[in-house]
């Protein structure tokens, strides 16, 4: 199984970018996908998920209205929409898939990601 995430790259504080997290050896219809940061000097934090089956999605209250997360099964990706983007939001974004589960807690969720990619660096300047 692999994780690539892309769409990294430095922008002013305001501005937008889109990751995208290709991933394959898996059926992406049957895991649970999300994003996760971690900043500098920081523990790693979850910024966005979306459920295997599409019909729900999460997001980090520090993110909510400005980030949005979507899939493509039939491409295997997993996108994150960041617009209105903030300094605070630089990190290294890592995005992560588990096998879908019968929860629909989000925090149960994350301890199933057991699938990661290498990290897309955002920059935002102010």
């Known amino acids: 199984v692999q994780l690539q995430a892309s769409g990294g790259g430095l922008v002013q504080a305001g501005g937008s970018l889109r990751l995208s997290c290709a991933a394959s050896?898996?059926?992406?219809?049957?895991?649970?996908m999300g994003w996760f940061r971690q900043a500098p000097g920081k523990e790693r934090e979850s910024v966005a998920g979306?459920?295997?089956?599409?019909?729900?999605?999460y997001y980090a209250d520090s993110v909510k209205g400005r980030f949005t997360i979507s899939r493509d099964n039939a491409k295997n990706t997993v996108n994150l929409q960041m617009n209105n983007l903030k300094p605070e939001d630089t990190a290294v974004y890592y995005c992560?898939?588990?096998?879908?589960?019968?929860?629909?807690?989000?925090?149960?969720?994350?301890?199933?990601?057991?699938?990661w990619g290498k990290g897309t660096l955002v920059t935002v300047s102010s």
């Open positions: 992560a898939a588990g096998f879908r589960s019968t929860s629909s807690v989000w925090s149960t969720m994350i301890r199933g990601m057991n699938y």
């Open positions: 050896g898996l059926t992406g219809s049957n895991y649970n």
């Open positions: 979306i459920r295997w089956s599409g019909d729900t999605t």
